[in-house]
């Protein structure tokens, strides 16, 4: 049986299946999150395989955002806070937000990103906004630039206690394996020295004094 995704065209050959639960199941895009069918029943859907992906700049940041939330819900028990969001910029420095209308996300040419952000519970202690954003738990940026198959990484940040846990590079890792099934090249910008001099001893390619690519190449196990 094909299953077409309405929204981002992605299409499933899926199978039907016993299964033992009667309650209502519900089946998801596994590139936008889209509901595809929901089922009410003894009968399971399950996907034997994707026969056609669908267009990246819809898919690409919706399979990024659905890999780093089921990645990080992993250590949410380490923060008081912690979201991801997307939105659309129309350069770097636009960080705006319009979290009621996702649909807005979707750009088919110049710029969309997504945040990951949390606040570790003894940050929440800094009454002060500019001790707050220093201070921040954790931080992800993730720009995408579709008209040059591009994706960057403006910024990354993990707090003091979940360093050394290999957080930041599975996070690239997992960036990385998705913007390669779209043919999009990954690349980490605007580092300081230590964290530059690191990805570069791990086999990333040197694009300029603080720019990095991430190559099949690099170490990020």
Known sequence: MDLNCKMCNAKYDIDLVDCEQTNKFTYHCIFCGNILLEYNGKKEFLP??????PIPQI????????????FINKYKE???EISIKKGQATSSLDISFDEDNDDKFVQLNGWSYIQLEGMTFNNLEKKS???????LGIALRIYFLHDGKEVQIPNIMIPSSLSHKGIGKK??????????????????VQ??????NKLLKRGAVRVDEDSVEITDDTKLD
């Open 191 to 196: 580092m300081v020295e230590s964290f530059y």
């Open 48 to 53: 034997k395989s994707v026969l056609c992906f």
């Open 59 to 70: 898919a690409l940041p919706g399979l990024i955002y659905s890999s780093l939330s089921n």
């Open 78 to 80: 380490h923060f008081k």
């Open 171 to 188: 996070m690239i890792s997992i960036i990385y394996d998705a913007c390669k099934l779209f043919g999009y090249r990954l690349y980490i």
């Open 129 to 135: 906004i500019e001790g707050l954003f220093k201070r």
